[in-house]
């Protein structure tokens, strides 16, 4: 038996469901809120938090906190397909562009996505604006980098799908829940987002829903 501690907007918890489906893998779902202690999954490891894998299946019982942890035991743990390539300049290139992405979207998931969370979800107080604009301010940027290397590559790290890819996108979808991703401003980045959510293991992130709140229309759309 495998558990999965996640929340569904978190874009972490998205990259981990992500690899999991690209893997095969099939999961107990346990969806927690992260603004709410959860005693079950507190007693995994001394600060823990979600996303969080527990794996009862293996010949020792594991647990994996965190994405990165939890995206590596995976590759160890069910080798084919591949997430990381197999030479070591290209893992290098995905490791890379994986890193990139969880760092240089944090400050958006603190700002925007943040935002329209406690505005919509959590129903604390009125917006931000300073907070969405810094965020949103920053996810074009990124965007525009991002657009360049899905101009010149199959997938975003190289020639095949990687790790690198499913953070991105991860993140991406997280923000498109809300409708604060700038599309028309980067479009071999849309393509490339399009190819993504035609996958077979972004339909579980297609189908997410939060109490309260509804995605944009073109949300789950394949062809936007």
């Not at 943040?114 to 949103?136: C, K, T």
């Given at each position: 038996?495998?558990?999965?501690?996640?929340?569904?907007?978190?874009?972490?918890?998205?990259?981990?469901?992500?690899?999991?489906?690209?893997?095969?893998?099939?999961?107990?779902?346990?969806?927690?809120?992260?603004?709410?202690?959860?005693?079950?999954?507190?007693?995994?490891?001394?600060?823990a938090s979600a996303p969080a894998l527990l794996d009862t299946d293996a010949?020792?019982?594991?647990?994996?906190?965190?994405?990165?942890?939890?995206?590596?035991?995976?590759?160890?743990?069910?080798?084919?397909?591949r997430l990381l390539p197999f030479i070591a300049g290209e893992k290098a290139e995905a490791r890379r562009l994986w890193q990139w992405s969880e760092e240089?979207?944090?400050?958006?998931?603190?700002?925007?996505?943040?935002?329209?969370?406690?505005?919509?979800?959590?129903?604390?107080?009125?917006?931000?604006?300073?907070?969405?604009?810094?965020?949103?301010?920053?996810?074009?940027?990124?965007?525009?980098?991002?657009?360049?290397?899905?101009?010149?590559?199959?997938?975003?790290?190289?020639?095949?799908?990687?790790?690198?890819?499913?953070?991105?996108?991860?993140?991406?979808?997280?923000?498109?829940?809300?409708?604060?991703?700038?599309?028309?401003?980067?479009?071999?980045?849309?393509?490339?987002?399009?190819?993504?959510?035609?996958?077979?293991?972004?339909?579980?992130?297609?189908?997410?829903?939060?109490?309260?709140?509804?995605?944009?229309?073109?949300?789950?759309?394949?062809?936007?």
């Amino acid at each position: 038996m495998k558990r999965l501690w996640y929340w569904p907007i978190d874009p972490l918890a998205r990259t981990v469901r992500l690899a999991l489906a690209e893997k095969g893998w099939e999961f107990e779902p346990i969806v927690i809120k992260p603004w709410v202690s959860d005693l079950e999954l507190a007693a995994l490891a001394p600060g823990a938090s979600a996303p969080a894998l527990l794996d009862t299946d293996a010949e020792v019982k594991a647990s994996a906190i965190g994405t990165l942890a939890i995206c590596e035991y995976l590759e160890e743990a069910e080798p084919s397909p591949r997430l990381l390539p197999f030479i070591a300049g290209e893992k290098a290139e995905a490791r890379r562009l994986w890193q990139w992405s969880e760092e240089s979207f944090s400050g958006i998931n603190n700002t925007l996505l943040a935002e329209r969370v406690s505005q919509w979800v959590r129903r604390e107080h009125a917006p931000n604006s300073a907070a969405l604009r810094q965020g949103a301010h920053a996810l074009k940027n990124r965007m525009t980098f991002l657009d360049a290397l899905a101009g010149e590559r199959p997938y975003l790290a190289g020639r095949n799908l990687s790790l690198a890819d499913l953070s991105v996108a991860a993140h991406l979808s997280a923000y498109d829940y809300f409708g604060d991703v700038p599309w028309e401003l980067t479009p071999d980045l849309k393509d490339w987002y399009g190819r993504m959510k035609s996958r077979p293991s972004f339909r579980q992130l297609l189908a997410d829903r939060v109490d309260g709140v509804k995605p944009v229309k073109h949300y789950s759309d394949l062809d936007f």
